[in-house]
């Protein structure tokens, strides 16, 4: 019950849509036989000029929104690695203590029996959920993607379905990639900050102020600590992608 409880608080638009439908099923197993939460149906939330009627997001709805999409990029080569689970309980325990994490693992051992469909439920959030927040969301499912240090196809795939259901930009998306392609690519910086190598100095430095005004971690101030602290782990790697050509260049 625990865990239901866990889940339950301080939700918002999650309760309707896809989003709505597959956290039904998950109560259904966490109770053992209640079979649906009630309202959590496909249809509850109202279809408006092809997208979702747009609702406050809380920091919950945020929170059940990335084990959703956290769900559909370990289910993505058909198992669940150890390290990807070791990498999603060290974030909880940071963030929600020992009970909490263990509480949302349970949640999540039931989001990965489901069947979900990542354009639905990405576009759901991308109704509710702000640019910023959806950034970072995207972030954490690439850290996951990457924490064995292998980036399957398969989990490539599965996450840019997503982002382009959560209709983040190609450069945005780029950006967030090179922060994991270090050792591959020697312009991870420039692709960091959204710039060409070529780019002259007075560009890099507007680059750098613009991208760090984009990850500044006041930009998801309501989202929740777990959201924060990636958007936190961003900015400090736009400092150090900035760093990076700086010394490259011997720039003042």
Known sequence: MGAA????????FVMAGPIGAIIGVVIG????????????????QERQQGGYRRQAASASDVRVSLLVLIACVMKADGRVKKVELDVVKQFLVRNYGEQGALQALQVLKHLLEQEINPEEVSAQIAANINYSTRLELVHFLLELANADGDFADSEKLVIDRIVASLRLSDADYRSLLALYQKAQDPNWAYQALEIEPGATNDEVKKAYRRMAMKYHPDKVAGAGEEIREKATEKFRAINEAYEAIKKQRDMA
């Open 5 to 12: 409880k866990w889940l339950l608080g301080g939700l918002g």
């Open 29 to 44: 197993g966490l109770f053992e036989g209640t079979a649906a939460l009630p309202g959590a149906d496909n249809n509850t």
